[in-house]
């Protein structure tokens, strides 16, 4: 779905399964993106990153997948607990670049 | 301190003031960014600084926003004659590349700015 305004697109799962976020990335010369959590009142928080001669890259409970054929780009989280509930952003760049440019971000809610 | 920090957390303005906000990098960053966020939104580019040179301020609203880094460690964004539209939370980061190479950046909690 689309953000508009306040009405983020939200992705509500079990405690204890697995999420997965999504991201269309906008610029094919873009070669590093990041996921960042973000909760109420707090700035957004570093979870990974990966540059653009991967497709896949695992950190503890997350898994980034990057597609750039398609420009598309995933958030895996195992084994989701009720303090990954968050605002998730992804971000790109080109090392060339000098700024990142954020997706409109999702809301993970993580019911008991 | 270890993380970037900004100040104050929350400032209130009436309109046609003058604001300044101050955000502290973390030490060795030369990089440093200040993004715009509305509510319910992902972070928006305002301005970049490498060291002390301002490389980039397309992503400024309006020539009413300034920004500077004097010193090539703290960093001041000035909002002149303040309107309403310009109530967000703005928000800090520092970053830097190793080997060409960007590396996360880091942000701030931001502050809160509400203009009446």
Known sequence: ???????????????????????????????????????????????????????????????V???????????????????????????????????????????????? | GAGVSQSPRYKVAKRGQDVALRCDPIS??????????????????LTYFQNEAQLDKSGLPSDRFFAERPEGSVSTLKIQRTQQEDSAVYLCASSQRRQGLWQPQHFGDGTRLSIL
Not at chain 1, 95 to 112: A, H
């Open chain 2, 28 to 45: 060795g960053h030369v990089s440093l960014f200040w993004y715009q966020q509305a509510l319910g939104q992902g972070p928006e580019f």
């Open chain 1, 1 to 63: 779905g689309e953000s508009v305004g306040l009405h983020l697109p939200t992705l509500s799962v079990q405690e204890g399964d697995n999420s997965i976020i999504n991201c269309a990335y906008s610029n094919s010369a873009s070669d590093y993106f990041i996921w960042y959590k973000q909760e109420s009142g707090k700035g957004p928080q570093f979870i990974i990153d990966i540059r653009s001669n991967m497709d896949k890259r695992q950190g503890q409970r997350v898994t």
């Open chain 1, 65 to 112: 997948l990057l597609n750039k054929t398609v420009k598309h780009l995933s958030l895996q989280i195992a084994a989701t607990q009720p303090g990954d509930s968050a605002v998730y952003f992804c971000a790109e760049t080109s090392n060339y670049g000098q700024n990142f440019v954020f997706g409109p971000g999702t809301r993970l809610s993580v019911l008991p």
